[in-house]
């Protein structure tokens, strides 16, 4: 392993266990990057590199500003830790390759290949980078502000949860220009030590963790220096970074810049005694070119969304322009259960992964390779697995041909093999989730969200949960609002690309009591979060930003949507249910006097006589009405009369305070019109506890909460 | 019943209902059920007798509207009775926009309401004040209406000869017309087209008739009009309508034997004398008539009467007929018979099948 120089035999040389069969062993690594989280916070050491060009004859002598080897301080630091190469270090080697051959062909002046070499350098992974800036979500200016801000939070979410610190983070963004921003992320975590603030933030691909099978945050990749380096790049200005490892020390304060050509920080003030925010913790700052934007897209949206998915953190926003925060407060004083690691399932591997496992291995035997690095796999299973491709348990699994092992992948995917454990996933929970949702989406009147049991697709464990919000102040007449999540990140862009949208379409909303056009979501006052947790989220694209249609996650998501549909069908049916009863009621009101009216017509009758009708007659048939209503329904209506007449009572308690000469009377219809027209202290707290009291009986709908009961206006 | 008796009926329901309601029960209202499945075909009278089923409408909440204007409609027909006034059906629908929720947003459920109090006492609208705005229908012809004058109440001729181009309208209450003529059928004509053609010609005076219009399904007051005037002058009363459906089961039938929504009153509102003349199932292809296709409607409604109709199901010859339509799946209008020129119905089909009254339609 280590830094590989254009074609430098020794570095080949060195590396010739691992690097054999270099061209799949290249797409190995790539394999593992793609599966790998970066977490700058992690000690390791990554060093970038271009691979050589296969084609080149002849090795040329590295540049003199080849960065220092890091070879044997990987060596020695990381042995069990997976090499980082940067798949796109391999795209530049393959454009060049490219280059040289059409030169060739096309009969141009030809050149000696020293005269080529003289040429070549190595590109520095910050450089490429730096002019690649879209594939790290740097594209638009919008996109760039908001990439900056999660890779930042999801960061300081991380080292949090890490570290057992419940996350409290605020987010800030001032406008200091013409498109232009400073951006303020602070958290409460475990703080950087001084010497290893300016490798995280001036330096990419600086991290750990990579191909660990393990739930996490999986973000861009490259992480928070890129932000620091698309600051840098268009404005100028470094970045700011203040933080404190330990409560009883001085915060560390720095500015830093990150140089492209070799990808290394380069610091350009440095302080020691600041003003910081007690305990330990850490503040980014850094100014950008952006554009800032409300809707689907924005920060404001991916906050929201983040601290749904993230109800045991406090999310404190301060937008552009804007003197007031916006607090989304801490639903839970609980962290989430740590995930833990687990060894990849005999199904869940692609053959080139496999094929690198076995040149990994540290076992001496095939047994003890397939019995220690995979989980799920006993002597019997071990044994099944070997008997097709006729190798044998005792053999050196580094020395296996590439086709006896491609025998032997092949028969693995043949035996069966129990799923992996799935107590490496982390779910939110449904009554967090619930939680997050009643906090992030206010306003509806309807909370709901159900946790799946964890499945399996191809080998590897995940959980679908669902929330859902309805009603209320939400949009009636437009499409369902969809938050997607995956390892409790927002997804943010390519909604319609993504298998939760089309799950999420197939479920049948009808049934539930939407309405929904044929192959789209359906419509309704309705915000609906779904939440994918796994060791390994199948994304369709590098840039993570919609889910695979793995035919097992679709079902799952489906299966989820359809549990939540039944809860809000049932509570739709209620509400229309409500309704009927309410324009019963109203029916009654309306009506009754009528027939009594009618009737003092024909007979002639006095008023009192056509008063006692009415009144024998609303009772009579309220009585019947409650007779006929589910028992539930029919506590809460009573639970609503009692509160109304305790209401009442105040009232008129109020009114003989404030008017002590008038002796105590039924309250008058005067009175009853103003206190309706100035709620007073007293409706307030009778409201309150109408509330309760219907709250205690399920009692469902708001606006009936404050109806009069039927019994007041005699 | 006189309008006295009315009044007291009405007091009496009021009453009943007053004193179920403060005893905390729920009152109720029983009416006779107004259609086609509670009537049956008396071929002896000839007309549609009401049979004995009834619907309740018991005071709960989801009746509590309809009730309350039953009542009020109650009310409405003994203060027009006190009052000896009379209000139109329109006249009513818009007397109850003062009954604020209570109202009635379109007419036809005032009407319903209207109907539904007639048949629970068994009276004819017009006893309990309520007149229809509907008018009667037409007349030319041999005959001499006696009608009094509103102010002198001295009679007055009405020579129906004596209407040129135009004819006699009659009038929404028929009961004290008195008639003189010596004509020998009276022929009842479905279309106002088929009528103008026929007072032009003055077909009456070379057949020695009496012409009648009825615009369609006969208003109780033309019905009632034909049937008083066939009884006193004994003569025979022949129809002539559409070739479809709707001529044949809708008018032809309410004019002969009543309507099922009228049922309690179909004894004085139906002619049962009345032949079917024309235009038959059969005469489209003896006379090689134009024909149209029948319309999906027709289609259900000739079903409807082979299945539900009791005056259909009684006569063979309409079944045959009625089924002769929905084989072939044609249609044919009166007028389809000008396409053998335009006077041809009054020289040649009307004169051929009078010569044969025998052979008419039940």
């Known amino acids: 392993m280590g830094t590989t120089k254009r074609g430098s035999a020794k570095g080949e040389k060195a590396e010739a266990k691992s690097e054999r069969p270099s061209v799949p062993s290249q797409r190995l690594e790539a394999n593992v990057v793609a599966r790998g989280q970066v977490n700058e916070r992690q000690k390791a050491v990554k060093a970038p590199r271009a691979k050589a060009n296969p084609t080149s004859p002849k090795a040329p002598k590295p540049p003199p500003e080849e960065p220092l080897p890091v070879d044997a301080l990987v060596k020695s630091e990381l042995s069990q830790e997976i090499e980082s190469v940067s798949r796109f270090g391999q795209k530049i080697t393959a454009e060049r390759g490219k280059v040289a051959s059409r030169e060739e062909v096309a009969g141009a002046p030809k050149k000696s290949a020293q005269e080529l070499a003289q040429k070549q350098r190595e590109i520095s992974v910050a450089e490429f980078f730096a002019k690649n800036r879209h594939l790290l979500g740097f594209d638009s200016p919008a996109k760039s502000l908001l990439t900056a801000i999660k890779e930042a939070v999801d960061n300081s979410l991380d080292a949090c949860e890490e570290s057992g610190i419940l996350p409290t983070l605020s987010v800030s963004i001032k406008e200091t220009g013409d498109d232009r921003y400073r951006i303020m992320i602070e958290d409460n975590g475990p703080g950087i030590i001084k010497q290893q603030i300016p490798k995280i933030f001036g330096k990419l691909l600086y991290g750990s963790k990579f191909g660990s099978m393990r739930q996490g945050r999986g973000q861009q990749g490259i992480g928070i220096s890129a932000a620091v380096m698309y600051g840098q790049i268009t404005t100028g200005k470094p970045a700011a970074i203040t933080s404190r490892a330990s409560a009883t020390e001085n915060a560390t304060y720095c500015e830093l810049t990150l140089d492209t050509r070799t990808n290394k920080p380069e610091i350009h003030k440095e302080r020691n005694n600041v003003e910081f925010r007690p305990g330990t913790g850490t503040r980014v700052e850094i100014e950008m070119a952006g554009l800032y934007k409300k809707g689907r897209h924005s920060i404001d949206a991916y906050l929201q969304q983040t601290a749904i998915a993230n109800p045991h953190a406090e999310i404190s926003y301060q937008a552009p322009r804007e003197d007031d925060w916006l607090i989304w407060k801490r639903q839970s004083k609980v962290l989430p259960k740590e995930p833990i690691a687990i060894k990849p399932h005999p199904h869940g591997l692609e053959l080139g992964l496999f094929l690198q496992m076995l040149r990994d291995t540290n076992h001496p035997t095939l047994s003890q390779f397939l019995l220690e690095d995979f989980s799920r796999v006993n002597d019997r299973i071990a044994n099944e697995f070997v008997v097709a491709s006729k190798l044998s348990l005792s053999a050196n699994p580094q020395k296996i041909q590439l086709h006896q092992a491609e025998i032997l992948y092949k028969s693995i995917q043949e035996v069966k093999v129990p799923p992996p454990p799935t107590n490496c996933l982390s779910p939110i929970g449904d009554d967090l989730l619930r939680r997050g949702l009643e906090s992030g989406v206010e306003g509806a009147e309807f909370y709901t969200a159900i946790t799946r049991p964890p499945a399996v697709y191809r080998g590897n464990p995940f959980q679908v949960e669902v929330g859902l919000a309805f009603g209320g102040k939400l949009p009636a007449d437009e499409p369902c609002d969809l938050y997607r999540f995956a390892n409790r990140v927002p997804l943010l862009y390519q909604q319609s690309a993504c298998g939760i949208t089309k799950s999420v379409i197939t479920a049948g909303w009808k049934a539930y009591g939407l309405s929904q056009p044929r192959g789209a979501l359906p419509v309704g006052p309705v915000v609906l979060v779904i939440h994918i947790a796994s060791v390994w989220v199948p994304f369709t694209s590098e840039s993570k930003e919609a889910i695979a249609h793995y035919p097992e996650i679709l079902r799952e998501i489906r299966l989820a949507v359809q549990d939540c549909g039944r809860l809000l069908g049932a509570h739709i049916r209620k509400l229309k249910r409500y309704s009927s009863e309410n324009k019963k009621r109203s029916y009654i009101d309306k009506y009754i006097p009528h027939i009594g009216e009618a009737i003092r017509e024909i007979l002639g009758l006095g008023t009192p006589e056509k008063n006692k009708i009415i009144e024998t007659l609303r009772d009579t048939l309220e009585r019947g009405r409650r007779e006929m209503l589910p028992a539930s329904m029919r506590k809460a209506e009573e639970a609503e009369e009692k509160a109304t007449e305790l209401r009442i009572a105040l009232e008129q308690s109020l009114e003989v305070i404030a008017a002590p000469p008038e002796p105590p009377s039924p309250p008058t219809p005067k009175v009853a019109e103003a206190v309706n027209a100035k709620p007073s202290k007293s409706e307030a707290a009778a409201t309150s506890l109408a509330k309760k009291a219907a709250e205690a009986l399920v009692l469902v709908p708001v606006e009936s909460k404050a109806k009069p009961s039927p019994r007041r206006r005699v | ?315 063979k010859r309409w079944q045959d007929a009625i089924k002769l339509l929905l084989d072939k799946g044609v249609r044919a209008e009166q007028q389809s018979l000008a396409a053998h020129g335009l006077n041809y119905v009054i020289d040649e089909y009307l004169p051929r099948k009078l010569a044969n009254p025998k052979a008419f339609l039940p």
């Open chain 2, 1 to 315: 019943m006189s309008g006295k008796q009315i009044k007291q009926a009405i007091e009496k329901v009021a009453a009943q209902v007053k004193e179920k309601i403060l005893k905390g029960a729920n009152p109720e209202l029983t009416f006779p059920l107004r259609n086609l499945a509670n009537v049956s075909y008396n071929p002896k009278t000839g007309y549609f007798e009401l049979q004995d089923k009834f619907k309740s409408r018991t005071l709960t909440v989801n009746t509590v509207k309809t009730f309350a204007q039953t009542l009020k409609m109650m009310a409405l027909a003994k203060e027009l009775i006190e009052k000896n006034d009379i209000a139109t059906k329109r006249d009513a629908y818009y007397q109850s926009k003062n009954w604020a929720d209570a109202r009635f947003d379109e007419q036809p459920e005032s009407d319903a309401v209207m109907d539904d109090v007639e048949a629970f006492f068994g009276v004819n609208r017009e006893q309990l004040g309520f007149i229809p705005d509907e008018k009667g229908g037409d007349v030319a012809g041999e005959l001499i209406v006696i009608d009094r004058d509103n102010d002198t109440k001295k009679p007055l001729r009405i020579d129906c000869t004596k209407f040129g181009s135009g004819a006699y309208s009659v009038p929404s209450s028929v009961e004290h017309l008195g008639f003189q003529t010596k004509a020998q059928f009276i022929l009842v004509i479905e279309t106002a087209g088929m009528f103008q053609r026929l007072v032009k010609h003055n077909f009456w005076r070379k057949h020695n008739c009496i012409l009648i219009s009825m615009g369609g399904v006969p208003t109780r007051s033309c019905r009632r009009f034909i049937r008083r005037l066939a009884d006193e002058k004994k003569i025979p009363v022949y129809a002539f309508t559409d070739c479809d459906p709707y001529g044949i089961a809708n008018i032809y039938r309410t004019l002969k034997v009543g309507s099922g929504n009228a049922a309690h009153l179909n004894e004085y509102f139906c002619v049962p004398q009345v032949s079917f003349l024309g235009v038959t199932p059969q005469d489209i292809f003896d006379y090689k008539l134009p024909t149209h296709p029948l319309k999906k409607v027709d289609e259900e409604r000739a079903r409807d009467a082979l299945k539900n109709d009791p005056f259909i199901q009684h006569h």
